[in-house]
């Protein structure tokens, strides 16, 4: 069991090889996130983990009592979509959609 993203956890110094091993083994038994088990078992809280894959792929994390809605935008996507796909519009730039979303691996 590899995980490049666990290796990299363990690096930084978030998670123990230990707390590594135990979340791969829950993985492979009940499927999942590896980051969503890491938070469920707090080995890391969801900040970190935010954190942490903002800076991996290089994107802004933003908190909820940041997050700005331009009204005009949220008019242009059909809240079915955004619930569907967990996103929401805030704002146009340069001629494109500014999202935030739950998770950008999605």
């Given amino acids: 069991m590899i995980s490049k993203f666990g ?23 009940i499927g999942g ?18 954190e942490f894959l903002g800076a991996q792929l290089k994107i802004p994390v933003l908190r909820l009592p940041d997050l700005v809605v331009e009204p005009a935008v949220s008019s242009l996507v059909e809240v079915e979509l955004c619930e569907k796909h967990r996103f929401l519009p805030l704002r146009k730039k340069d001629g494109a959609l500014l999202v935030a979303t739950v998770d950008p691996m999605d």
């Fill in 7 to 29: 290796e990299m956890l363990v690096a930084k110094n978030l998670i123990t090889e230990s707390q590594l091993k135990t979340a791969l083994e829950t993985q492979q038994q």
């Fill in 33 to 50: 996130k590896l980051g969503a088990i890491l938070v469920k078992f707090r080995y890391l809280n969801e900040t970190q983990l935010a």
